[in-house]
């Protein structure tokens, strides 16, 4: 017998209600994924078996700056993040510390834990006056 | 540091403590205030209705009477001197029923007795003077003398001026207990160190009897009588201008409506009896009873205009509920205890017994020759037009930046109250003494600003800055890097 | 100081920067934009999520990266000053208009202007005006403070929080908290649908395993000197506190995300007619206040949940104040006020003026009073229906934005009456 699992999609506003069935694999991991019902678009059953197989996220959080205008940087991440290394990449990112002046865009922390993802700068951050 | 020793110790910083000090400072004496909470006024002072009582109310012949009427004179004396916030819009109290107008007969001759003018106000003539009240309104009570204060502005300046004049003041500082020897008092014992002392004032509000049974004396119980109130935005509280009462019980004035010095209204306060000296929490109970007392004078009562509510504790005494102002048993200390209503009334007039208490138990009244009687104008930004506006930015430029943009409080203003003689050391403090956070955004908006502001004149970091008590730090050290709480 | 100007901006925030680049794409030639923050962004700057961005940019930006935008493009624009660390005291009317503000560097200083535009954004409701009883301690803030904290200075307001509102501000902070290391309790709301987006429940909510009790109220805050705890219980349909459902949640801070009104201290000190619903000024589709000359556009009309929005009523704002400050714009005989009817909470503009100049489509921004699905928004004169839209999913907390031919919107014998069809099932 197939798990199932119901979840809300937010590709969109309508954040249609649907259903999907799947198994657990060897390794504990989701297989297998079918949409039963719901998700009325082919975007919307993309993101449930994504949601249910390798879930992502954005990450924005801050830096410390040092001798910079304001004493945070506001980064985000370039990509998507495992939704299950978020919380690690966030805390991680709690630890550093970037010399100012820093220009959006800037490449803060390079394939942050190994993944694969740049966090970069979401503002210029101009030196102390 | 604290003294090692005093003429005079004053024990509690609200409103009764601080006009004491202020009194005795006229003298040579070496006066000290010791204050529990990190901020003065921090008790019954800080909650309060902010009225200066004609005095009609309390019993004849009883201290509260006396002290009232007596008060109320002194602060029309001493208001320029100290630019106390007190306005004198007189007082209503309001008859809705024939009961109700009887009353208004007794209320008058207890008046008479005590030495209030007052007049008795058909109905016509009430709305006509407030025209927004009830309809219900019968007969009114007229009291020309009638006042309303804001009180941390009355105590702090007391005691900015006794400062001034050579009095010491000390927060954070409990008293733990006393040294006797051959039955006098001769010591006070905090959680700091020891002062030596001949005189002791017991000024300690809600813990005056804790105080007095410390030192020996156990003629009197405290317990605390909570009042919850709501205060409403200026923009709503132009339908009221004069303080109404309603008809007075025995238990206590009743629920008012009445404007404060600041151009907001406020509705309470309830009344009930607590054993918890702590508990100043409002309740849906109290909102529901402030709000039905408040409509039967104002059946429109704009709630929607309500920007924030508290409560606060009568320290009220048991026996006859009098205040009491005498030498304990105890030789060296002098009570100025069960200071409820008409508290705020009678300070500079408790002060005045207190100095002639002092007197007859032998302490040495010599009246100093260089006694300032002012405290320095303050500058009160949105008060200037643009020109004085100008000038005042001119000699300090931290008056140009608007900090509390609901209140319009500048930097500057709030570097005054923070360097004060008796500066803030807390974001309520900081409100106590120029109002930001006190207007419709309550603090949203100032509130961070505020607690940059203090570190940085405190030389402390901002994980230091209170709200206002001991354990009240608003802000901590952000999580370590890959720890979760 | 005496200054002049051919339009001042108060606040420069989104809706100020656009209305500012607008004014000077429409002609005007000397642009103030006055600015009480250190810099310039206004509540973008603590936004530091995505999802901003979508409609003007095509891209999901951040609040500060969209605010950067917006900078950039007004620092290369010669016309517009900037004035930073200033507070604007009051605005007045008269055929110059007066603006008086002060900052540290040139005191007092009179500014006059062809015309205002009014651009301050909104504060956040308090914990006061919603009557929360139990004590005041510290740790009970609002979530926009906290996020200025925790964003900007480097500062969390405490480690274990409760959520007061679904709100999209109240969803942001739980999940903000919880990446900062604080564990988030609870999330709590009265109404019994969220407020937020779909997409901000699942992604600050479900992914941190934050509980959000729908149809919850506080019913007390407990706590001497810092919050202990709350108190809190399921409402009925009245919203009053359902005896026996009441549960304790321990804590240190409480984030109240209890609504946003707009900033209006500076309008009702000029008399500007202000809208009972929104609290923000009444305006026409030009953004026009009730005094001609002073305009106002973004969160200080009605509260926005785009930002694309409030650029958009940013540029309406600033296109109108230059053509009013070159003499060009024309008077209107007829004014027709636009109402919200069935389902719709409030509607902005609220009148469209019927003018000579003017000749665009009207842009009607909408709000609905509940959740519906499968809607038709309708705008009619009367019976006859001047335009309508069809909604598959409508939330109060998402803006509507239904277009009306201008030709078709001055035709109109008014009021016009925006209402809700639902689908006939």
Redesign the interface.
Known sequence: MKQTKKM?C?VC???CLGEVSFNYGNDGGVIDVEVMSGFSCPRGKNYAIKEMTNPE??????V?VENG????L?V?SKTALP?GK??AA??YL?GITIKAPVA?GQVICLNILGLGVDIIA???MNTHA | MLPTQADIVIIGGGITGLAIARELSKYTLDVVVLESNPEFSAGSTKANSGICHAGYDPEPGSLKALLNVRGNQLYREIQDDLELPINWPGALIVATSDEECESMHKLRERAGLNGVPVELWTREQVLAKEPNLTDSVICALWAPTGGIMWPFGVALAFGENAARNGVKLFTDTTVTGFEKTDGKLTAVCTNNSKIVTKYIINAAGLYSDVISKLAGDDSFTIKPRKGEY??FDT?VSGFVNTPIFPCPTKVSKGILVSPTTHGNVFIGPDATNLEDK?D?????A??AEIISGARKLYPNIPLQG?????AGLRAAADGNGDFIIRASSVSGMIHAAGIQSPGLSAAPAVAELVVKILGEQGCDLKVKADFQPRNPRKAVFKELN?IE??EL??IN??Y???VC??E?ITEGEILDAIHNPIGARTVDGVKRRVRAGMG??????C??RVV?ILARELNVP??EI???????????????SG??? | ?NLNYEIVIVGGGPAGLAAAKSAAENGANKILIIE?DR?MGGIL?QC???GFGLHTFKEE?????Y??RYIKMVDGIPQIEVML?T?V?SIADGDKKMV?A???????M?ISANAIILTMGC??R????I?I???????V??A??AQ?????????????VVILGSGDIGLIMARRM??????VHACLELMPFSNG???N???CLE?YDIPLHLSHTI????G???IEKISCAQVDESFRPIPGTEFDIPCDCLLLSVGLIP?N?LS?GAAIPLHRLTNGPLVDQCRETGLPGIFAAGNVVHVHDLVDFVSEEGAIAGKYAAKYSAGQMCGFDRAIAVEPGNAIRTVVPQTITVRECVNEPVKLFMRVTQPMVKITVEVCDGDIVLASKKE??AKPS?MIAVSLPYDKACSARGPITVSVKEEVK
């Open positions: 809300n937010i506003p309508l954040g996220r954005m990450l924005t959080t801050t410390r205008a304001l004493p945070l506001p985000v939704k978020v919380m966030a805390r709690a959006e979401s503002r210029d | 709501i205060l923009s702590t100043v929490s409002t309740s849906l109290g909102f309500a920007i924030t509510n508290f643009d506006k100008a930015i001119k430029p931290l140009g930046r608007v943009r609901c319009t419709r955004c309550q603090g949203g908006f509130g961070p940059q901002i994980t209170k709200k206002d008590a001991d354990n009240s730090n608003l802000f901590f050290e952000k999580i370590p720890e979760v709480n | 100081m009480r810099e700057q530091i999520h995505n930006l951040t609040g500060p990266g605010a950067h660390d507070m005291l008086v002060c900052n540290p560097q040139n005191g007092i009179q504060r956040e308090t914990r006061g005006a009557r009883p139990g004590t005041r301690p510290a740790g803030l609002t926009g403070a200025r904290m925790v964003n900007m200075e480097g500062y969390i307001p405490g480690k274990n919880s990446l900062e290391g604080a564990k987006l779909t997409r429940i699942v992604q992914d019913t007390k805050i407990h001497v000197e810092r900033e201290e009702t598959a999913v998402e």
